[in-house]
């Protein structure tokens, strides 16, 4: 019996060292994957697995280290081992594992991996994207085949990308081994740090050999992703958290990636400086110069990101000093990866993103930065061959020539990441005719010098042209997949508002519309028509700044919930509005629109702007001179009581809110 008992302890200490030290293991790969070094951390899983050890933390964890190093083939291999295992996933192990399967080639399983994350993720941004896109394959083979690409001749067995073309010469990003006795190597990949080397660009398209860009520089950092000046005098790149020969950690002993500023003195690259935005808790990275070099957009993954890394954009001051850094917003940001901006001189914003339908990996998109700074919700997929099913990112372009450079870890290249040249051979333009013919209701007969003006989904005005003598109309080139109104107006038709949505795809889309004539009493009949005397209307004290809808104890309101077309029954009181204005031909009023705070702030802003643009054509449709009138919507900016988001009110104290100000601003 006392055998049995001390081989039972021997046993139990056997055991219990065993799983004390399998323990350890596993802490031990989990710290390096919480630090980032996802080449150490697989190494360590992968021996963890080898010896039995599996469970679904693990092999989440080995899919994830091999997805951020981007090795999507071998991510594909263990996520398809942890949807062996569970198939019930958090959404972002859905989004993932079809990225990872579109980068096999296997579109179809992916697209269904996906509509199982739209069902559980239906409130992200990336699934209201694929929901809206559904066709994005057809979409991206129609903006294929419009490049011929070539590798770039700078490449080497190591991670070359993020290129900027300066003064002839091209200046990227390279890991390759400069030849030192003491190799160091950056954790995250186990590859060479990476330095920034330079090349001259030949007349005949040709490559010299690479150089470093500042032979001087021996510390251990990561430095890429330099963006100039066009004089050519200040450098804005990114590092590592490394400043004065010191390195910087967060609160977890990691160092993260920060922007810096440097000036060609003497020939040299000096007088360094981190920016002040920058942070030891989070990243910025890959900086963007506007063409007027007042605005630096770059990726970081800072407090207000919506992702794992988005865009912003950053005033830079005349006096050198910058601004308060600004999200670019879900138009461009998604809850994936955002990054690597770069603006064309045409102001095309290109980026890559892994948070859009798309090929596989991270895709490049462009859109265009209009000249107010806002940015156009077009935004489209460069298609193939610049995407393919890996990586693709860090795009420039010479917007003269239409020649540039991407980098990617597609198949086939020298290392990890490549850099390739392009030359555009047809611009990404997507325009429609939009055209028809206008007739008469009733007889048919076409209605020629009808004035045409076409808006846009948000009403603004955008061109104004008139029917010819056969009827017809055309506004060239206008921009596919959007939705437009026309207002059309003409002597005794009146006025008639029609819209259509245009395809996206280059062409023509005929609208042909007919008009209906207004009733008008014949003048050779002896008919005695019974006029109505508009009796004065008796106002109060009347003065620049008076409300005229609270003056005349009308209701505010004027619409149904979330619409912008005037109620029918709303018209008898807006007609006390205009016999006002007939009365006093000298008023001016500024219309204002108010929502309340339900739905969110944009589509509130939006909805009370064409409520009040509603309005205001509302006047003019009944003889009120458009001089007279201006229009401005107000959304839930200005709440007349407690009811603001979050805040549970009553029905009644909601409509408080929705409400229309007829503002006297002249007299």
Known sequence: MRIKIISFSVLFVFLFFKVNAQTTKISSADK???????????????????????DEKIIQRLGNSYYFIGELQSALQWYNELFIMNEEQEPEYLYRYAQCLKASGNYRKADEVLEKFNQKANSQQ????????????????LNSGRYEIADAGINSPYSDYGSFILDKKIVFTSARDTGGIAKTSFKWTNKSFSKLYIADLMPDGSVGKPELFRKKQKSKFNESTPVFTKDGRTMYFTRNNFTDGKRGQNDKQVTLLKLYKAEFVNDE???????????????????????????????????????????????????????QPQNLGPIINTEGRET??????????????????????????????????????????????VN????????????????????????????????????????????????????????????????????????????????????????????????????????DYGIKDISTTLKKANGKTTLDFTMQKMFKPLATKAIEIKKTVVKPVKLGPIKLGTDLAKLLHIPMNFFDLGKATIKKTSEPDLNKVVDVLNQYPNIKLDIRSHTDSRSSSESNQILSDKRAQSTKDWFISKGIDESRLTAKGYGET??????ADGVKCTEKEHQQNRRSEFIIVGL
């Open 32 to 54: 390096k994957y919480d630090d980032y070094a996802f080449a150490d951390a697989i190494k360590a899983y992968e021996s963890l697995i080898e010896k039995g050890t599996k």
């Open 340 to 385: 690597f901006p770069f603006i064309s001189t045409e102001n095309e914003l290109y980026f890559a993103s892994d948070g859009r339908p798309g090929l596989g990996g991270l895709d490049i998109f462009v859109t265009k930065i209009n000249p107010d700074s806002t940015i156009e919700d077009d935004v489209q997929n460069v298609g193939e061959p």
């Open 126 to 141: 990336r699934a209201s994207l694929i929901r809206n896109d559904k066709n994005y394959l057809e979409q991206i083979k």
């Open 388 to 491: 393919g099913k890996q990586d693709d990112f860090g795009f420039t372009i010479d917007s003269k020539n239409r020649t540039g450079y991407f980098s990617s870890n597609r198949d086939n290249g020298h290392g990890l990441d490549d850099v390739y040249r392009f030359a555009e051979t047809k611009r990404l333009v997507c325009e429609q005719d939009l055209m028809g013919t206008v007739s008469d209701a009733e007889s048919n007969e076409v209605l020629s010098n009808v004035s045409l003006n076409l808006f846009d989904e948000n009403f603004n005005p955008l061109s104004t042209i008139v029917t010819d003598d056969k009827g017809n109309y055309i506004f060239p080139k206008i921009k596919c997949g959007k939705k437009y109104s026309i207002r059309a107006s003409k002597s």
């Open 269 to 323: 690259w000096v007088n360094e400086k981190e920016l002040p935005f920058n942070s030891d808790q989070y990243s910025t990275a890959h900086p963007a110069l506007s063409m007027d070099e007042k605005t630096l957009y770059f990726a970081s993954d800072m407090p207000g990101t919506l992702g794992q890394s988005d865009l912003f954009k950053v005033a830079i001051n005349t006096d050198g000093t910058f601004g």
């Open 638 to 643: 200005k709440l007349v009581n407690k009811c």
